[in-house]
Nanobody, 120 residues
Framework: QVQLVESGGGLVQFGGSLRLSCAAS????????MAWFRQAPGKEREFVAI???????YYSASVKGRFTISRDNTKNMVYLQMNSLKPEDTALYYC??????????????WGRGTQVTVSS
């Protein structure tokens, strides 16, 4: 199991950018699929982006073309570069890890989240 700590959230204006970071501890990080999810107030948690151990990436339709997920296995880090931010991107963003593939329900290790707020 991996332990995950997110950082980089904050308040940004419409159209701005933020980069979220996720520090992972634990063995075999490079073999895990990693992901970002988010949860807005009053809404269910939703998938944002996934990066597999081999670098393959997947994005939700709502962020594709604006967000980029990446990983640095030498540093046990995962990143989410968020550009062209919109008020509807406001949410608590979670980092997650899976050793059972890239299915959205496969992610069993979670961080505590970092808040992103986009003002209009």
């Amino acid at each position: 199991q991996v332990q995950l700590v997110e950082s980089g959230g904050g308040l940004v204006q419409f159209g701005g950018s933020l980069r979220l970071s996720c520090a992972a501890s634990g063995r075999a990080f490079s073999t895990y699929a990693m992901a970002w999810f988010r949860q807005a107030p009053g809404k269910e948690r939703e998938f944002v982006a996934i990066i597999n151990w081999n670098g393959s990436t997947y994005y939700s339709a709502s962020v594709k073309g604006r967000f980029t997920i990446s990983r640095d296995n030498t540093k046990n880090m995962v990143y989410l570069q968020m550009n062209s931010l919109k008020p509807e991107d406001t949410a608590l963003y979670y980092c997650a890890a899976s050793d059972r593939g890239v299915g959205v329900t496969s992610f069993g290790s979670w961080g505590r989240g970092t808040q992103v707020t986009v003002s209009s």
